[in-house]
């Protein structure tokens, strides 16, 4: 079946992730999650700092350090953790 607006295909993943949206109860915390998901998926497609890669060459992005980016995966993954136990 052919993408559509009214019928987009999307994985049961992807519907899980937007019917999760949806069920937020307040449009300010809907807003927040919504720009929040849109800056984690940029870090995920870009996840760089201005530090050396392992291969010896620059991550590239001379605005976030080593240090910022070695955090966020730490809280990525406390976040990952504390999912799993509920």
């Known amino acids: 079946m052919p993408q559509s607006i ?9 519907w899980k992730l937007i019917q999760g949206l949806r ?3 307040d449009e300010a915390l809907r807003g927040r999650m919504e ?3 849109g800056e984690l998926l940029f870090f995920f497609r870009t996840p760089r700092c201005q530090g050396i890669g392992i291969e010896g ?5 001379p605005r976030s350090s080593c240090e910022d980016c070695h955090q966020i995966w730490d809280m990525l993954d406390k976040v990952a953790e504390r999912a799993r136990k509920a």
């Open 35 to 37: 720009t929040s998901l």
């Open 6 to 14: 009214d019928q987009p295909n999307l994985s049961p993943s992807e």
């Open 23 to 25: 069920a937020l109860p």
């Open 57 to 61: 060459f620059p991550c590239g992005d």
